[in-house]
T-cell receptor, first 119, second 113 residues
């Protein structure tokens, strides 16, 4: 399958600081990437859809000024958690849909995830 | 609110048995359905996808889809302890950004040796 790389895998930060998470598609182009958040024993909740070269579309209840998403190229999307607080501690996972290759028909490929702990 | 429902389990089966995982969804317009496996602390990995009514087999896994009943299931034959994980059902749904996968909460499967 297609490979999506996410970095960092773990990050611990102090309350009030900002944290940037990178998501890269390594062997394919991704015009669309998705950012999910998962709390313990909960499902993956879609936060936003990131389209290359345009503004991200946020799901209801997700603060766009707090979770900044940039999709500057066909292989890179970033999520910045600004002024992080302990309640933002979660498992953040990016995913991408392969563009332009016929053998892939809509499935998402996930990065390894980033576990954020805000002290 | 588009929803995907799964029994959270845990579902416990002995090694070698068939594990049956079920999922229902609310969006009648959904056209594609996916099963992901997630180990604790890891991100999901795709097991199978299905688009047409009926069964689709891949090795020990069989996905079943019934769009009229808005029901999709996953059968795992000859279950192995390594199959112990949380299985997430995901449904492709149209939102304001285009299409996105909506996930169920997952069913935890435990296979005992």
């Amino acid at each position: 399958g297609a490979v999506v790389s996410q970095h960092p895998s773990r990050v611990i930060c102090k309350s009030g600081t900002s944290v940037k998470i990178e998501c890269r598609s390594l062997d394919f182009q991704a015009t669309t990437m998705f950012w999910y958040r998962q709390f313990p024993k909960q499902s993956l909740m879609l936060m936003a859809t990131s389209n290359e070269g345009s503004k991200a579309t946020y799901e209801q209840g997700v603060e766009k000024d707090k979770f900044l998403i940039n999709h500057a190229s066909l292989t890179l999307s970033t999520l910045t958690v600004t002024s992080a607080h302990p309640e933002d501690s979660s498992f953040y996972i990016c995913s991408a849909r392969v563009s332009g290759l016929q053998k892939y028909t809509g499935e998402l490929f996930f990065g390894e995830g980033s576990r954020l702990t805000v002290l | 609110q588009k929803e995907v429902e799964q029994n959270s389990g845990p579902l416990s089966v002995p090694e070698g048995a068939i594990a049956s995982l079920n999922c229902t969804y609310s969006d009648r317009g959904s056209q594609s359905f996916f099963w992901y496996r997630q180990y604790s602390g890891k991100s999901p990995e795709l097991i199978m996808f299905i688009y047409s009514n009926g069964d689709k087999e891949d090795g020990r896994f069989t996905a079943q889809l019934n769009k009229a009943s808005q029901y999709v299931s996953l059968l795992i034959r000859d279950s192995q302890p390594s199959d112990s994980a949380t299985y997430l059902c995901a449904v492709n749904s149209i939102n304001q950004a285009g299409t996105a996968l909506i996930f169920g909460k997952g069913t935890t499967l435990s296979v005992s040796s």
